[in-house]
């Protein structure tokens, strides 16, 4: 890699956050909080959108979330976004959290979701984002 590049928007559309779940995080069960893995997930979709935008982005909505199996205190997780989707000033972001036992390696989905980010100009208005590239059939 150089010692220095320009990334230029639309050229970055995936990102991975790794976390450990921490005993503030949960709940009595000592499993993550549902609110804390939709902060995470919101936290890692927030980086790939303003990383493809290259500007300043908010969150729209966040679409259907799947809690699959429960995040135990003490795990990692690791978020791994990608941008699915772009509308002219929105972006659409998947992302999947898993579950990680650090002793064992055992690792599972534990939430998976779609969260759609608005890109702002300088004023807060909403402004265009680059297309997401197509991937040709069979590639």
Known sequence: MPPSEKLEPGSITEARLVEMVFPEQTNHYGTLFGGQ??????????????RYARRNVVTASSEKVDFHVPVRQGQL????TRIVATGRTSMTVEVD???????????????????????????????????????????
Request: charged fraction near 20%; hydrophobic fraction near 50%.
């Open 97 to 139: 959290l898993y579950a990680e036992d650090l002793l064992t390696g055992d690792r599972q989905l534990g939430t998976r979701g779609r969260f759609v980010f608005v890109a702002l100009d300088a004023h807060g208005r909403p402004t265009a984002v680059p297309p997401l590239a197509s991937t040709p059939p069979g590639a």
């Open 77 to 80: 997780v690791e978020l791994y």
């Open 37 to 50: 893995a939709l902060a995470l997930m919101d936290k890692a979709a927030f980086v790939v959108a303003s």
